[in-house]
């Protein structure tokens, strides 16, 4: 994520057009490291302010947060200095990661007096400084001592400053002559080259720069030519001149569901057919509100799924290390026919063995050549062949046995991996419910017990607990206008299949891995082309192969679909069916539900 000077750049000419002249009504700590400001200018908004360490953040927002019962000493103190105070101007100093607020209020006198509200968005180092007209700190929602930083402290009665660790260049008013002689001439890669020497230039900003100048960012600045060197200035030039004309773009870069990237211009870098998808916002705000919204969704859900992904992968691992040994201990069978074959020769020859004889050569009428038997010297032939006869069943008891639990044992892994997908498929906890549930009936998660909803089981009317099912299928709208429905999980599968969809509806499967089921309701129509290839790419992106390039598709009227005799959930069988090729993309299609 890139929460760069280029991004503050955008976000200040977004506040500046917004909030300069208006009045600050309201003032809330919902969090130690947060706050919220309410400013009424023509219309009224909310200024979200984050300090915090892990996710610094300020954009407007509609949204309202639960506020402590009793404000924070940081809080009661700016309301008592800027309770309708006016907001005079906002500016980023030297391009860097802040935005100070000059405010302008009147004192317990009546008289006027500024006042600064340094925000600044810096990762870990992250504050919100306020400060007199004379730029010595009144107060912050953080206090650095010296004993934490030796750079500088942030103390009440300290004077201000920005901390300078390190001379880096202003990038909006940069020459040619500072670019070649002071950037690019570093022992370095051109990207690090950037934005080690510009203020605000993040890794992901000089990434794309170099991406719109067709050079690599992981090259050496060693490896350009004055022209090459003067080309990257011109696309550094222009993608700073937005900073001037404030056409800024604000998007944020998806893959799939899961936002990727964010930032102010285009980010050619990410190219759709990598399976990338940018969708432009009208406001910066909006971008970050989104983006971080939906960026703890999902890491939510893999928080919320880690248990689940644990039991999974641990069962995996024990069934594949079963599975391992099982096909070891099969392929010592293979000898099984060995000994029926010299039981049988001892039986019809064995009468041609002296006493105390360690071997016998025979004709082997099952391959027309001679044969050599050991034999145990101590027993007789026809001893030795029962012992033969009785390697040979025992080892045949075990081939078959083992046939069987081999069989099973590749049925729990194919069982395991289906699941394991449904939990990468999950965009909602609700997602999880099912999966939980599919694990628990198939023992992989025990049932707590207790007076509940379920069925009754162990003493005393103890009833075993069953969280209420909320979770759908995916539906989507093809471009035809057909309706597609992808299964989230096994049990989703098996209803779309048996239980929702008719004879002639269309089903389909990626081949040979796990994945969802995706139903197309054909209406009785022949269905154009073009949804054969929108409800592939379906399948395939709700694959195991989703992050393939390919992924081949089965697919099949509904009909040909059977149930296996005591099949697991989601497990199908069919005879009939054609194949296509699908690249895993849902770009195309319009997500009705989920």
Not at 142 to 166: D, Q
Not at 528 to 541: C, I, K, M, Q, T
Request: charged share 25%; aromatic share 10%.
């Amino acid at each position: 994520m890139a929460f760069d000077g280029f991004v503050i750049s955008n976000l200040l000419y977004e506040l500046k057009e917004k909030l300069v002249g208006g009045r600050i009504m309201k003032i809330s700590q919902p969090e130690k490291d947060e706050l919220v400001l309410t400013i009424k200018n023509y219309d009224q908004y909310k200024l979200f302010l984050s300090a915090s360490a892990g996710l610094p953040l300020i954009y407007l927002t509609e949204q309202s947060k639960q506020n402590p019962l009793n404000a924070p000493n940081f809080c009661m103190l700016l309301r008592k200095h800027l309770n309708s105070a006016r907001i005079l101007s906002i500016t980023q100093p030297d391009f860097e990661r802040i935005l100070q607020f000059e405010i302008e209020h009147l004192d317990e006198m009546g008289d006027l007096r500024k006042k600064y509200l340094m925000v600044e968005i810096m990762g870990k180092h992250s504050n919100i400084i306020f400060c007199d007209e004379e730029f010595t700190v009144v107060d912050s929602i953080k206090h650095i001592s010296g004993f934490v930083s030796s750079v500088r402290e942030v103390l009440p009665g300290r004077k201000y400053f920005i901390p300078k660790t390190t001379e880096k260049l202003d990038p909006t008013i940069l020459s040619f002559d500072e670019f070649k002689n002071q950037v690019m001439s570093k022992p370095m890669s051109i990207g690090k080259a950037l934005y080690s020497t510009l203020t605000g230039i993040s890794p992901l900003l000089a990434n794309e720069i170099c991406y719109r100048s067709s050079l690599d960012s992981e090259a050496s600045t060693a490896s350009l030519s004055e022209d090459l060197t003067y080309h990257l200035f011109q696309n550094f030039n222009r993608v700073m001149e937005i900073t001037k004309t404030k056409e800024y773009t604000p998007n944020i870069v998806y893959r799939g569901k899961e936002p990727v990237e964010f930032s102010s211009i285009p980010l050619t870098c990410y190219q759709k057919a990598d399976g990338y998808d940018e969708q432009d916002y009208n406001s910066i705000s909006s971008v970050l509100e989104n983006f971080y919204a939906s960026k703890n969704a999902v890491t939510r859900i893999r928080q919320k799924s880690a248990d689940l992904r644990k039991i999974v992968a641990n069962a995996i691992e024990r069934e594949s290390k079963k599975y391992d040994l099982q096909k070891k201990q099969l392929l010592d069978t293979e000898k099984r026919e060995k000994y029926k074959v010299y039981g049988e020769l001892l039986t019809t020859y064995g009468y041609q063995a002296a006493p105390g004889d360690k071997s016998i050569t025979v004709l082997n009428y099952y391959t027309n050549e001679d044969l050599t038997i050991p034999l145990n010297p101590e027993i007789s032939a026809l001893e030795n062949a029962k012992v033969y006869f009785e390697r040979y069943g025992k080892l045949k008891r075990t081939f078959e046995a083992l046939s069987k639990l081999i069989i099973e044992t590749e049925e729990d892994l194919r069982h395991l991996d289906s699941i394991r997908t449904s939990l990468d498929i999950a965009i909602a906890e609700n997602d999880l419910v099912q999966l939980k549930e599919e694990l628990i009936e198939y023992g992989y998660i025990k049932r707590h017990f207790g007076r509940g909803d379920g069925k009754q089981s162990g003493k005393n009317g103890n009833k075993q607990k069953k969280t209420k099912i909320t979770s759908k299928p995916f539906h989507y709208l093809s471009s035809d206008g057909y309706h597609i429905y992808v299964g989230k999980n096994n049990y989703q599968n098996d209803e779309l299949t048996f239980d929702f969809a008719t004879g002639n509806d269309w089903w389909f499967h990626a081949k040979g891995m796990a994945g969802s089921h995706v139903i197309v309701k054909s209406n009785g129509d022949e269905l154009p082309d073009r949804v054969y290839e929108e409800a592939g790419s379906l399948a395939a992106y709700y694959s195991k192969g989703r992050e393939n390039e390919k992924v081949e598709i089965d697919y099949t009227e509904k009909k040909n679909v059977k149930k296996p005799n005591k099949g697991k959930p989601g497990f199908v069988v069919y005879y009939t069916n054609y194949s296509l090729i699908a690249t895993p993309d849902i770009s195309s299609l319009t997500l009705i539900s989920d």
